[in-house]
């Protein structure tokens, strides 16, 4: 039983080896066609609206709700030990360094990274990317090289949208429950409001965009199965980015601060 156990490790462990290879040698191929960015503009440009303009009903609904929910934590968390008036810099610094990128990340993990899982899986079982080789095109320019770099440059924008709308969202709740006048909030956010937290904020969504992006185009790639495995791919794409995210986000934290 012991032996069928460490076994069982063992091939984890090699499966996860192989794999993080797999996505790495992926990530570098696509930073060989960063001088085709030009080129395949259109392709970037198609790209980034699927994925920033697609994505932004979404990630403004759920940052309303995020800065509205941030706002009662802090109130209740500052009670009895601070002044109600630093309930701005409370909910914003929070917002700024961990829920809008975090938050925002996993919704395009859910909505982007799945649907390029799904996209690409359906190509690979039905042989439209063989026969794209067949005609001399390169499925790392074609396909992963635009999405990429287009996951890269909108999660940071998103996040931007999201961390303004759950700012106002936390306001709004601020004001009309908690009685906290517009001059004190906002004055509160701003003295002490920091380039490098706002900064920290964009690279933890570049990071998150990388890596959405990396795992969707992977697994796509490598699906099988038919539709049954295209359902597999989808999710095993949003749950592994997910999780790569969250702990990417640990490490970050750790290694910066």
Excluded at 20 to 25: A, D, E, L, P, Y
Excluded at 118 to 126: Q, W, Y
């Amino acid at each position: 039983m012991s032996l069928n156990i460490f076994s069982y490790i063992g091939k984890r462990t090699i499966d996860f080896f192989q794999e993080f290879g797999q996505v790495s040698i992926l990530f570098f191929r696509v930073l060989g066609f960063t001088p085709q960015i030009v080129k395949s503009r259109k392709l970037l440009f198609d790209q980034m609206k699927h994925i920033g303009v697609d994505s932004l009903p979404l990630v403004i609904i759920i940052a309303i709700f995020t800065g509205a929910v941030a706002a009662w934590q802090a109130a209740y968390q500052l009670k009895g030990l601070a002044p109600i008036s630093f309930l701005g810099t409370a909910t914003s610094r929070a917002i700024i360094t961990e829920l809008g990128p975090v938050l925002t990340g996993i919704i395009i993990a859910g909505r982007v990274g799945a649907s390029i899982a799904a996209e690409l899986g359906s190509m690979k079982v039905t042989e439209q990317l063989d026969a794209l080789e067949t005609m001399g095109i390169s499925i790392i320019r074609y396909l992963a090289m635009p999405r990429f770099f287009a996951s890269v440059i909108m999660l940071p924008v998103l996040i931007i949208f999201a961390n303004v709308i759950a700012i106002l969202g936390a306001y709004l709740v601020s004001n009309l429950s908690l009685n906290v006048s517009y001059a004190v909030y906002f004055e509160s956010v701003k003295r002490f409001f920091t380039m490098g937290d706002f900064m920290f904020g964009m690279f933890k969504g570049m990071m998150f965009g990388s890596m959405t992006a990396l795992l969707g185009c992977h697994i796509g790639f490598r699906t099988e199965g038919g539709a049954e495995g295209v359902g597999l791919s989808t999710i095993r794409s949003f749950v592994i980015s997910s999780a790569v995210i969250l702990i990417l986000d640990y490490l970050l934290w750790s290694l910066i601060f």
